[in-house]
């Protein structure tokens, strides 16, 4: 089993940055794929970010591609979500996930391990 817990959301203006951070401990982070969600008001959860245990591979959303970059680092059990040229539309509750399984997954429910989410919040 994992714990994640995320930081680094808040209050940023459209065009802005955000840096997420989630930082795991437990059984070994470095064998799981990592996801970052986030789920708006009135929305599913959607994945807009995946990373293979070894970062070799990754994938991002559509909605997010070419503004946001998944990286990790399992010497610390870090995983982060860097956030560019926000807007409005990403304003969401974001969580960080743990996949426990050698295929790679883009359904919430296909995750074994969730943390409880950081709130970005851009104005307008």
């Known amino acids: 089993q994992v714990q994640l817990v995320e930081s680094g959301g808040g209050l940023v203006q459209a065009g802005g940055s955000l840096r997420l951070s989630c930082a795991a401990s437990?059984?070994?982070?470095?064998?799981?794929?990592m996801g970052w969600f986030r789920q708006a008001l009135g929305k599913e959860r959607e994945l807009i970010a995946r990373i293979t245990w070894s970062g070799s591979s990754t994938y991002y959303a559509d909605s997010v591609k070419g503004r946001v970059t998944i990286s990790r680092d399992n010497a610390k059990n870090m995983l982060y979500l860097q956030m560019n040229s926000l807007k409005p539309e990403d304003t969401a509750l974001y969580y960080c996930?743990?996949?426990?399984?050698?295929?790679?997954?883009?359904?919430?429910?296909?995750?074994?391990?969730w943390g409880q989410g950081t709130q970005v919040t851009v104005s307008s």
């Open positions: 437990g059984r070994a982070f470095s064998t799981y794929t």
């Open positions: 996930a743990a996949d426990d399984s050698i295929f790679l997954h883009t359904a919430a429910r296909d995750y074994d391990y």
